[in-house]
C-alpha cells in the first residue's frame, strides 16, 4: 500500500557501496521530514559508526530496525524520546555500554532484539514498567548481574 507518508524504508545489501548511497538518501529523507517518518530500517547495509543521537527527532517512529551493520558505541538516551515505538531491532552489530534507562519512557514498546553486540552491565529496571513488552533478546553481549525483579511483573513477556 503506497501512502503520502515514508511508511517503510527497507534497504537490503547488495554491495555496500551502494547500499551506503542509498541508506544516505533514505535517512536524510526521514530527517528532513522527521513527522512523515513512521519506520526506519537499515537492514544488512553494512553502515560503519555511531549511531546518531539526533535519531531522536523522528518522533512519529512506530518501528526502528538497526540489525545487521556495524554500528558502535553507545546505544543513544535519545531514543527514550520515540514514544511510539513499538519495535526496537538493535541486534548484530558492534554496540556498546549498557541499555540505556530511558528506554523505559518508551510504553507501546512490544519488542526489544539487541542481541549479538557488545553490551555491559544489566538491563535497566526501567524496563520493568513496559506493560506492553513481550520479547527482549539479549543474547550473545556481555551483560553481568541479575535480572531486575520488575521485570516479573510484565505479564505479556513471552520471551527473554
Known amino acids: 500500500m503506497i501512502t503520502s507518508r515514508l511508511a517503510v524504508l527497507l534497504l537490503v545489501a547488495r554491495s555496500a557501496s551502494a547500499d551506503m548511497i542509498v541508506e544516505t538518501a533514505k ?38 530496525g538497526l540489525y545487521q551493520n556495524r554500528f558502535t558505541g ?16 538493535l541486534s548484530e552489530n558492534r554496540l556498546t555500554g549498557t541499555l540505556p534507562s530511558e528506554l523505559g519512557a518508551l510504553t507501546n514498546l512490544t519488542l526489544i532484539w ?9 538491563l535497566p529496571s526501567e524496563l520493568g514498567v513496559l506493560s506492553r513488552l513481550n520479547r527482549v533478546d539479549i543474547d550473545g553481549n556481555r551483560l553481568t548481574g541479575t535480572l531486575p525483579s520488575e521485570l516479573g511483573g510484565l505479564t505479556d513477556l513471552e520471551f527473554l
Do not use: F
Not at 83 to 88: H, N, P, R, S
Open 27 to 64: 535517512y536524510q529523507s526521514c530527517m528532513a521530514a522527521p513527522s512523515a517518518c513512521d519506520s526506519l530500517s537499515l537492514y544488512k547495509t553494512q553502515h560503519v559508526g555511531t549511531l546518531p543521537t539526533e535519531i531522536g527527532v523522528l518522533t512519529s517512529l512506530t518501528y526502528l
Open 114 to 122: 539487541s542481541s549479538n553486540n557488545r553490551l555491559t552491565g544489566t
Open 74 to 89: 553507545t546505544v543513544p538516551t535519545e531514543l527514550g524520546v520515540l514514544t511510539g515505538l513499538t519495535m526496537l531491532w
